[in-house]
């Protein structure tokens, strides 16, 4: 067969006879040698080509299997399964929701790599299921597992993880494992962690911006507790926190009506973007003058935001994907708290 033409086992080197094959298959397919449905030889056909024992070959297509580099058809024998992933660091990347913000992390993650990475997105949109099957069918496939763990309950509240999540992201080797954006203590063992504080966070931007927040009467909160992409709870803590120790005037409501009573001196805070987009349309209906008569502030920046002149609380988005990757690529491992801004516009 063509393959023994290409394949060569050094029997000289300390790198392990059944790595060498591993390698060697790998090496193969990235330079266009082997392609998507080549039959390679059976296990007993490449170990009498070779001399080498059978288990030994058996351990290299096992880890190739594992992979999803070969497959094999009973009766049939082995082949080749995929290609596209071999040259290259290969990257599952699983995030909840497909917003501006999240796909910002997973921009800088992928240009970071400068080609020299292949990153597989899914969106999970916080459901448990999906996200297990997307794992499960994706399991020893990959060099890393990037996660970011917000998940919804029956009554789309929000929770970091649940039982049967924490017991499948236990069965990810630790050396291949990424958590980002949100912390879960359960789960102590990945090799990177690069995540946002939210209730410290939203605390120590507050604090950042008391000197204008001070000048307002009340502090109100749209912080929704039912949502298809529910939000941590740890948000609202933080801002309770921040509220009562410098106290101040506050509520919280679960959305911002289109009939809201609006009255000089409140300042908001929105976290969805309907929100948001509500809540300045009535400002200037009612012919409120934003950031003197009613100020708003937005939770996670984006570049409308920043055009628009809104006053955020933001992790920074890109710093969180680029760290991620540089430190893969530098083969770091270790736990970031991702850095959390008041960025000061004209909205309040």
């Known amino acids: 067969m063509d393959i023994f033409n290409f394949i060569k086992i050094n029997e000289d080197s300390r790198v392990p006879k059944y790595k060498q094959i591993v390698d060697g298959i790998i090496h193969n397919i990235s330079s266009g040698n082997l392609k998507m449905d080549d039959k390679i030889p059976s296990i007993n056909l490449f170990s009498e080509e070779y001399l080498l024992s059978r288990d030994t070959v058996e351990k290299a297509y096992n880890i190739l299997k594992e992979r999803k580099v070969i497959l094999s058809i009973r009766g049939k024998g082995y082949y080749i399964a995929r290609t596209k992933l071999i040259s290259k660091v290969n990257i599952l990347f699983l995030i909840n929701k497909l917003s501006s913000y999240k796909m910002r992390i997973y921009n800088s993650f992928v240009n970071s790599f400068i080609g020299t990475s292949h990153t597989d997105l899914h969106i999970y949109h916080c459901e448990e299921e999906l996200f297990l099957n997307l794992l499960d069918k994706n399991m020893g496939a990959y060099d890393y597992y990037v996660i970011m763990p917000h998940f919804k309950t029956d009554k789309l509240k929000h929770v970091s993880i649940t039982p049967n999540v924490l017991k499948a992201i236990k069965k990810i080797p630790r050396d291949r494992l990424v958590v980002m954006d949100n912390r879960i203590p359960e789960v102590n063992n990945a090799l990177i962690e690069i995540y946002q504080d939210f209730e410290?966070?939203?605390?120590?931007?507050?604090?950042?911006?008391?000197?204008?927040?001070?000048?307002?009467?009340?502090?109100?909160?749209?912080?929704?507790?039912?949502?298809?992409?529910?939000?941590?709870?740890?948000?609202?803590?933080?801002?309770?926190?921040?509220?009562?120790?410098?106290?101040?005037?506050?509520?919280?409501?679960?959305?911002?009506?289109?009939?809201?009573?609006?009255?000089?001196?409140?300042?908001?805070?929105?976290?969805?973007?309907?929100?948001?987009?509500?809540?300045?349309?009535?400002?200037?209906?009612?012919?409120?003058?934003?950031?003197?008569?009613?100020?708003?502030?937005?939770?996670?920046?984006?570049?409308?935001?920043?055009?628009?002149?809104?006053?955020?609380?933001?992790?920074?988005?890109?710093?969180?994907?680029?760290?991620?990757?540089?430190?893969?690529?530098?083969?770091?491992?270790?736990?970031?708290?991702?850095?959390?801004?008041?960025?000061?516009?004209?909205?309040?």
Not at 223 to 228: A, F, G, I, L, T
Not at 260 to 288: A, C, H, M, P, Y
């Open 200 to 348: 410290n966070d939203i605390y120590d931007a507050l604090q950042k911006g008391l000197a204008k927040i001070s000048k307002y009467d009340k502090l109100i909160i749209a912080y929704p507790e039912s949502s298809v992409y529910p939000y941590p709870k740890r948000i609202l803590h933080g801002f309770r926190k921040f509220c009562i120790e410098h106290r101040i005037d506050f509520e919280v409501l679960e959305e911002l009506y289109d009939d809201i009573i609006l009255r000089k001196g409140d300042l908001f805070i929105t976290i969805s973007e309907s929100d948001l987009v509500n809540l300045v349309n009535q400002i200037r209906n009612q012919e409120f003058i934003l950031g003197d008569d009613i100020g708003v502030i937005s939770y996670n920046d984006t570049p409308l935001k920043q055009l628009l002149g809104i006053t955020c609380i933001s992790t920074d988005f890109k710093a969180m994907g680029e760290n991620a990757a540089h430190m893969i690529m530098n083969k770091e491992k270790g736990k970031i708290k991702n850095p959390f801004n008041f960025i000061d516009r004209n909205s309040i």
